[in-house]
């Protein structure tokens, strides 16, 4: 039988500890991207440090992929629960690699033939201990999809280059026989991976890919306090700090690292936080403070679902509203979502030069799903950036004025060391000399002030672009982390002859309305976003009077797979009354719960 | 260099007569011009409340932030450039009360800075409620039948926390307040002052009278490099009220500890044209 090739979808399951991550991603992952194939990586994990379900799906291409999928073609259950919990998932031909020493009962929970029995716990202890169990199973995917056995080889001494020699040994041994035993067992594999030999690209997360912008925009200084799932942008600066000369200062609460982030580009430095909807609520009242003294800012916040605590480890897109509103009065602040791992370097860039040119804060939204969502991408062409300080002058008058009307908005701005500009930057209503003023005529004249920069910069922004098939009756609305599952379910439909078009916001504050209704003019509108509500169509509506014409939700605390917008839109198409479709593992809860149709 | 005349600004200090602040106002200005400190290279951080007001009055940089908030924002501004003076002005609801975690966290880390803390023991702004430093039993607006907390003691406080200068004064003696501010200010390391003062208008139990007949000088062979003795005295109830230097301990400054900031401010840093393969080859 033929092989399919280079189209492979593997998901590795256990408990937190069993190293499943460093097996996935470093590696196979990283491994099949240095011998010239496309990955992309996805985990789900329970908020705890050990125990609980992990697992971690990465799915092989030729071809650049950003998105999941459903259809699994190879487990590796290192616990029974993985079998019970993913065996139905498993494709045609699909196979679990598993430990039948240690799951005596696997044929009662699978179809016999799927099972693949690796004496993983046995093999582990023979080359160096049971820690070693997740490399036996590496050791034996490489062995299934026909991959050299020193392409692993090289991985290990990588991976555990600053362990002792005996763990480096040791992990390749244990790789060496979980490799062997499934050449010898399983060449029936229908699955195989070929190297391509060219590889120039890097394998990065959105959220590193956040880090790497910050990098490259100068940012030299971060406050932030951990919070999953944003902690993975500090962390990676942190590895940063030395090489690039930033810092990173971990503070003692959300509240102080938003003023420490207004203090510092006070001062002059390019200063950012990160942080999810929690933090962010703690983050409101000197976000507030960052508009009023229109000082530049850069904020991550990567969404968590669930009001309060909420789902600490899961995805969602519920915050789009709390952002575009947060704070007291009404004041612009810039909102920029990325869809993938390049969006996020590219837009993480722009927002530091927005901040400096319009001196304001920009919020950078990401969820879990884009930002700990692990991709092969080309290295980021950073050729073109150039950094943009906006009106920071070094040189002013004595009648210097800090807030001065001027016909864009934007007044001259100084740092702290300039002479002659100083002045007291207040979080109160101010006149132009940075006064407190709380004169009738001018509080008008600061608030259109500030609303001028935020007209004049919408004007800067790059246009959303429709991309597909722009003559197709159907246009896709959405924004962030649903890209990519948006992306694959189009290639799916395109399969099926249906075309489809697709409106990625990546901007969203100010919000493109004249676009989006040129380019969604006599079309129908399906707006498909990770919240129960449909946020984002409901600026469109309140910005435009324009409703959307379906709405395909999810709002479980996972991404979308692309077969259920793939679905959702051929529901569609067969009948016009599905305005409202939600999905979840279990659609039926959705539906017989709320009565949504 | 700079007068203290020449450190007024455009805008009057709306206190109430009598009011305690500017009497710390004048030390502040005092002080700079004694030291010769640059006025663009000195910032002065504030947080809400009526002594939050004082940077307005002081020509050199200022920032009045967020109630409660002047420390982390003056932790940032001193870490973007290390080379500007800065100088913490907050009351003692802003300082202790909202603003307490930020208090104990700047402690810790031992920024080269100096916090004013401008202790009425009343929420003046809002017109006279209970604050972290008010006696128990203090009758106001919000504790009609008196506060029911211990108060705080800023400097116990900051003698247990890891402030590295910890002084006690009052804006009675003003020429006393600015020899002390002046100390704290060549101090290199987080220099906390308690400044006992008056709020003519929400507490009239802490008058001049009461202060002046409880003031001490500490005695002339206290130790202040003892932090166990200076724990103890700043526990000490008696009759009188110690002022003077509680303590001071020589440690590392956080900006010293930074590697990235050895060479020159953060603020001074190229950001132009940063070359990104060397970050990208991680990923590889």
């Not at chain 1, 971690?56 to 071809?63: A, F, G, I, T």
């Not at chain 1, 120039?200 to 990098?215: C, D, P």
């Not at chain 2, 004064?169 to 020899?179: A, F, Q, R, V």
Request: net charge neutral; hydrophobic share 40%; charged share 25%.
């Amino acid at each position: 039988m033929e092989k399919i090739v280079n189209d492979l979808n593997l998901k590795i399951a256990g408990v937190a500890g069993d190293g499943i991550l460093n097996a996935g991603l470093m590696m196979f992952a990283k491994t099949v991207k240095r011998a010239g194939l496309y990955a992309f990586a996805s985990a789900e994990y329970p908020s705890l440090v050990r125990g609980g379900h992990n697992h971690l799906n990465v799915r092989v291409s030729d071809k650049p992929i950003i998105s999941q999928v459903y259809e699994l073609n190879l487990l590796i259950a290192l616990n029974k629960e993985s079998i019970e919990n993913h065996a139905a998932l498993l494709s045609e031909n699909g196979a679990i690699i598993y430990d039948a020493d240690q799951i005596k009962d696997a044929d009662t929970l699978t179809q016999k033939e799927k099972l693949y029995p690796v004496p993983l716990l046995e093999f582990a202890n023979q080359a160096g201990g049971r820690i070693m169990k997740n490399t036996v199973a590496m050791g034996a995917v490489f062995g299934l999809v026909n991959l050299d056995f020193s392409l692993l080889e090289n991985s290990i001494k990588t991976t555990f280059a600053k362990k002792s020699e005996l763990i480096v040994s040791g992990n390749i041994a244990a790789a060496k026989l979980g490799y062997d035993y499934a050449k010898k067992n399983y060449s029936k594999f229908s699955f195989a991976l070929k190297p391509t030999g060219v590889d120039e690209n890097i394998f990065v997360s959105g959220h590193e890919s956040v880090a790497l912008g910050a990098v490259k925009a100068g940012c030299k200084l971060i406050c932030a306090y951990p919070m999953t799932p944003a902690t993975s942008v500090m962390t990676t600066l942190e590895k940063f700090a030395i090489d690039a000369n930033l810092v990173v200062k971990q503070a003692e609460d959300e509240i102080a690292a938003m003023n420490m982030v207004i203090g510092g580009n006070y001062a002059g430095v390019r200063t950012m936080t990160t942080t999810s909807g929690g933090g962010f609520a703690l983050m409101v009242e000197a976000f507030g403070m960052g508009m009023q003294m229109e000082t530049p800012a850069v904020v991550v916040e990567s969404m968590r679902p669930g009001p309060g605590t909420g789902m600490a480890t899961r995805t969602g897109q519920g915050d789009l509203k709390f952002l575009l509103n947060n704070s007291t009065d009404e004041s612009p602040r810039i909102v920029v979502a990325p869809g993938c791992a390049t969006d996020a370097f590219e837009l993480t860039t722009h927002a530091f030069n927005l901040a400096e040119i319009w001196q304001m804060p920009v919020l950078i939204v990401t969820d879990k799903y884009v930002g700990e969502s692990y991709s092969t991408v080309k290295p980021f062409d950073d050729s073109k950036y150039k950094i943009d300080r906006g009106k920071l002058v070094t040189e002013v008058k004595e009648d210097y004025k800090r807030y001065e009307i001027t016909k864009d908005g934007v007044s001259p701005r100084v740092i702290p060391g300039v002479k002659n500009g100083m002045h007291t930057a207040t979080s109160y209503e101010h006149d132009e000399f940075s006064f407190e003023s709380e004169d009738e005529d001018n509080k008008i004249m600061l608030t259109q002030k500030r609303k001028r920069k935020f007209l004049n910069l919408a004007k800067t922004l790059p246009a959303p672009e429709l991309v597909g098939d722009k003559n197709a009756e159907f246009v896709i609305l959405s924004w962030g982390s649903t890209k990519g599952p948006i992306l694959q379910a189009m290639e799916l439909l395109e399969k099926e002859k249906i075309k489809t078009s697709f409106l990625q916001i990546k901007y969203i504050s100010p919000f493109p309305t004249e676009e989006v209704l040129k380019l969604t003019k006599e079309k129908k509108i399906i707006l498909i976003e990770n919240n129960e509500t449909g946020q984002l169509g409901g600026i469109l509506r309140e910005l435009s009077g324009k409703e959307v014409d379906y709405k395909i939700l999810k709002y479980d605390g996972r991404a979308f797979f692309p077969s259920e917008i793939q679905t959702g839109i051929k529901n569609i198409i067969k009948n016009e009354k599905e305005k409202v479709q939600v999905f979840s593992k279990n659609k039926n809860v959705a539906v017989e719960n709320f009565g949504v149709k | 260099m700079v007068l203290a005349k020449d450190l007024m600004t455009m805008q009057n200090p709306t206190w109430c007569p009598g009011c305690g602040d500017f009497v710390i106002l004048m030390s502040v200005r005092q002080a700079i011009e004694k030291l010769g400190w640059k006025q663009e290279d000195t910032v002065v951080v504030s947080g809400i409340g009526c002594g939050s007001k004082l940077p307005r009055f002081v020509k050199v940089y200022g920032f009045e932030g967020l109630h409660g908030r002047a420390l982390p924002a003056a932790t940032a501004i001193k870490l973007a450039n290390k080379a500007l003076n800065v100088i913490v002005v907050t009351g003692d609801g802003d300082g202790l009360g909202i603003g307490g975690n930020h208090f104990i966290h700047t402690m810790r880390r031992n920024l080269n800075i100096t916090h004013i803390i401008e202790d009425n023991r009343v929420y003046g702004l809002t017109k006279g409620q209970y604050s972290p430093t008010s006696p128990d039993g203090f009758k106001s607006s919000t504790s009609l039948s008196g506060a029911l907390e211990t108060p705080l003691s800023p400097i116990t406080t900051a003698i247990a926390g890891g402030a590295t200068f910890v002084a006690r004064t009052s804006m009675i003696n003003p020429s006393k307040l600015t020899d002390i501010l002046i100390k704290a200010m060549t101090h290199k390391g987080y220099a906390v002052i308690d400044v006992l003062q008056l709020c003519p208008s929400y507490n009239k139990t802490f008058d001049m009278n009461w202060y002046k007949e409880r003031l001490v000088d500490l005695p002339e062979n206290y130790d202040s490099t003892n932090k166990v003795s200076a724990f103890e005295k700043s526990i000490e109830v008696t009759e009188k009220v110690n002022e003077g230097i509680f303590y001071i301990e020589e440690r590392p400054t956080y900006e010293d500890k930074v590697t990235q900031m050895q060479k020159e401010p953060l603020v001074k840093q190229n950001i132009e044209n940063i070359k990104m393969d060397k970050f990208y080859n991680k990923f590889k």
